[in-house]
């Protein structure tokens, strides 16, 4: 076993400071340390001010989730196999209204919620809120993709949740798909393989977000089945350049030998889209097929997809 320690350093500025004083400026120091490679942090003011942020940032989010301020966004996703049956699909996106910075992106508030513990709750909101979202589709057959934290993954109490949310919503497991990252795939434990076990069990299929960037290998993919592959943005966006349709082809035929299909996330030109139908990729979504919108877009882009089989872009 490796062992190394985190440590925080303050001093007494003043005879008034006590003894609990010091401790809370070492103990916030420490946390700073543990994000640095020399891992011994000296207390500074800016420390104290960085922290209330945090705090003050954390209560925020919290209120957040009393008061129904996050919603979700949808990006539609589209077949390139001709005559698929697919169902349409479309994956969630959690977007924050905030009330004085406005809307905001998932990357100025879900790092936080990580940190905090607040996760869990933010992906139970966004799980609810989904399944009860495909519902309200009409004329049924939409499949919703939600993302899933590792925190989560790792709790048996989010298969009740699912089933849960499920039975609220009064639609089928075939209409909810859960994406894992590839972290959760490489890292999860029994109890993850526990989890996924009983979420594929119940008919709810599985998905590997952002796969090719070093997490996942090959025996994780066999012990952790799941059902997509989606391949990351960032070999989609140099398409066709060499070495990007050399990943991209060895993913795709990696996904066909293990009966898996593939996603290409990103996709935001035509030469990228033309690449992808001819290296043989299932399904694709970016800004170039349609941008996130709420519910009430997707549900006229879905209308629009009936009635024409196309969508205007």
Known sequence: MHLRASIGVA???SSAMTADMLLRDADMAMY????TDVRIELFEERLRS????RINHEQELTRALDRDELELHYQPLASLTEGSDRPVEFEALVRWRHPERG??????????????????AVDRWVLERACADVAGIPHGGAKVWVNMSLRSLSELRLVEH???????????????????TERAVGEGGEQMRKVVERLRGLGVE?????FGTGYSSLSSLIERPVDVLKIDRSFVSTLPSTESVAVVRAIVAMAAALGLDTVAEGVEEDIQLTALAELGCDRVQGFLLAWPMNLAALIQYYADLLRTGEVSR
Do not use: N, Y
Not at 50 to 53: G, L, Q, R, S
Not at 206 to 210: G, N, P, R, Y
């Open 103 to 120: 809307l905001l992106l998932p990357g100025a508030f879900i790092p936080l919620a990580e940190e905090s513990g607040l996760i869990a």
């Open 11 to 13: 001093t007494a500025v």
């Open 50 to 53: 960085k922290a209330i942020a």
């Open 32 to 35: 700073a340390a543990k994000g």
């Open 206 to 210: 599985l998905a590997t977000d952002d």
């Open 162 to 180: 699912v089933e849960m949310s499920l039975a609220r919503a009064g639609v089928p497991a075939t209409s909810l798909g859960l994406e894992l």
